[in-house]
C-alpha cells in the first residue's frame, strides 16, 4: 500500500512539474511550388509531416500541429529543388531559451478587418521554416503562422544554414538496381 502511495506521489509531482507546450509548425518556400520538402525532423525524433510548400517567407501556409513536450533544439531539413533536380539538407540549432522567448510574445495579435476594424486575436505560438530561392533554410519564431498587412505579428528568427546538396539514400539505391538491371541484361545479350 505504502509503495502505491509514493507511486501517486511522484506522478501527481511530475505533472504538476511539467507545463504544457502548445505551438505549431509551419513550413513555406520564397518560390510557390519550386520545392518538395522531403524531411522536417525536430530533436531526432519528432518528425512533421512534409510536401510542396508554398509561398512566401515566414508563412505557416502549410502547417501541422503538435503537441510535443518541449520545444526543440534543433531542426533537420531535406527539400528538393525541382528545376535544379538537388536534394539538399541542413540542421538548424535553436537557443536554448525558446520557451522563454516564446512565452515574453505578446500575447495579442492585432487583425484588421476588411472594413478597417481592429480586433485582438490571442497568440499561437507558430515554429515557421522556409527555404528561400537562394537553398537556405530559416526558422522563425512567431505569434501567429501568417502575417502581412492585416495581422500585425511578431517575428523572431531563430537560426539559418545554407543547404548542402546530397544524394539521398533511396536516390542511391534506385541508381544501383538500374545499374544491376543493366548489367545483368548485358551479361544475358552477351551470353546468347
Known sequence: MFRIFILCLLISITAACSEPV???????????DRFYLVTAEF???MNVPAGIIGCCLASGSASASMFPEKYPRKGYFVWHDKPAD???????????????????????ISVTGFQGKVSKKPKQIYILSSITSKNEVVSWISNRGIGGPYVKR????LDRAKGEPFVPEFIKERRRKKALQAKNQTDSESGK
Open 43 to 45: 530533436d531526432d525524433y
Open 154 to 157: 511578431n517575428l523572431i528568427e
Open 86 to 108: 538537388i536534394y539538399y539538407h541542413a540542421t538548424l540549432n535553436y537557443p536554448k531559451n525558446l520557451k522563454v522567448i516564446a512565452d515574453d510574445l505578446p500575447e495579442f
Open 22 to 32: 502548445d505551438y505549431r509548425f509551419g513550413f513555406s518556400a520564397e518560390e510557390s
